[in-house]
């Protein structure tokens, strides 16, 4: 795990913390990056295509031995948590899970490969702790 951006810290003291726990509880086969949001904007513009930060990116490892990564960005997830109500603590885990899943081979483009993905999500979070993210309150 790699801290770029120091708002990470500013924000949330025990950011590595709630990342090697979502790492652990999703199996993370990978490193984190806390990014900033300009960080992040450049990554997406070169891998794809588009000129804006996003929250999280995850990068497929590049052959065998290796390892994939997250990248995520601290104004984007930070301004996403709190226009949800959400902690950041909690919308980070969510975050880290997402991503580790990608890495394991889930994705979202369906409703019904996104419903399952959400299941997984809610359910690792919920071994943290955490509030599942798709619950309507």
Do not use: C
């Not at 885990?93 to 890495?103: E, F, K, P, R």
């Amino acid at each position: 795990m790699f801290v770029d951006d120091t708002a990470w810290r500013r924000m949330l003291r025990d950011a590595e913390r709630v990342v090697r726990r979502a790492g652990a509880v999703s199996a993370l086969n990978g490193s984190v990056v806390l990014a900033s949001d300009r960080a992040v904007k450049r990554l997406n513009a070169q891998f794809r295509g588009r000129n804006k930060p996003t929250n999280v990116l995850t990068f497929e490892p590049n052959g065998p031995g290796e390892i994939g990564e997250i990248v995520l960005a601290s104004g984007v997830v930070a301004r996403e948590a709190r226009a949800a109500g959400k902690s950041v603590r909690a919308h980070l885990a969510h975050l880290v899970i997402h991503g580790a899943l990608h890495l394991r081979g889930h994705g979202h483009e369906g409703a019904g490969e996104a419903r399952r993905m959400e299941m997984v999500e809610a359910r690792l979070l919920g071994r943290l702790g955490m509030p599942n993210p798709w619950r309507r309150t």
